[in-house]
């Protein structure tokens, strides 16, 4: 086992430390988080992809940097979503084995959210 994996056991990661390898597959306008991935790498890493950082700052920050209001309430409302949708309890547990039939559980619970 490698060193690298063993230290990823001893405590938990952050999924901020792996924004960067996983904003090469992002597609859009706009990079739209909170404040937990409010870094310069991060923001400068959005830019360097042609979209437009909305984190809302980190108040350690000395000069807090502007925010698109507009567009980060699109973040709640989909943060309001996603906490529906684990309301079912197949969906936030997550019991199915394959790829496919957790697609099926979503499509069920996202069309009970939009019937109810």
Same mark, same amino acid.
């Given at each position: 086992? =490698? ?6 056991? $001893?405590?938990?990661?952050?999924? =901020?430390?792996?924004?960067?390898? @996983? ?13 937990? *991935?409010?870094?310069?790498?991060? &923001? =400068?890493?959005?830019?360097? @992809?042609?979209?437009?950082? +909305?984190?809302?700052?980190?108040? =350690?920050? $000395? ?8 567009? *980060?309430?699109?973040? *709640? ?8 949708? $684990? &309301?079912?309890?197949? +969906?936030?547990?997550?019991?199915? $084995?394959?790829?496919?039939? *957790? ?14």
């Amino acid at each position: 086992m =490698s060193q690298e994996i063993v230290g990823r056991r $001893k405590g938990q990661q952050h999924e =901020s430390t792996m924004a960067e390898e @996983l904003l090469v597959h992002a597609e859009g306008e706009a990079f739209i988080a909170d404040t937990a *991935y409010d870094a310069d790498h991060i &923001r =400068s890493c959005v830019r360097r @992809l042609g979209m437009k950082p +909305v984190i809302h700052p980190h108040p =350690s920050r $000395k000069r807090p940097l502007q925010l698109n209001r507009a567009l *980060y309430r699109l973040r *709640y409302r989909v943060e309001c979503c996603f906490h529906d949708l $684990k &309301r079912c309890r197949a +969906v936030a547990t997550r019991y199915d $084995k394959t790829a496919t039939c *957790y697609l099926a559980v979503l499509h069920v619970a996202a069309m009970a959210l939009w019937l109810h």
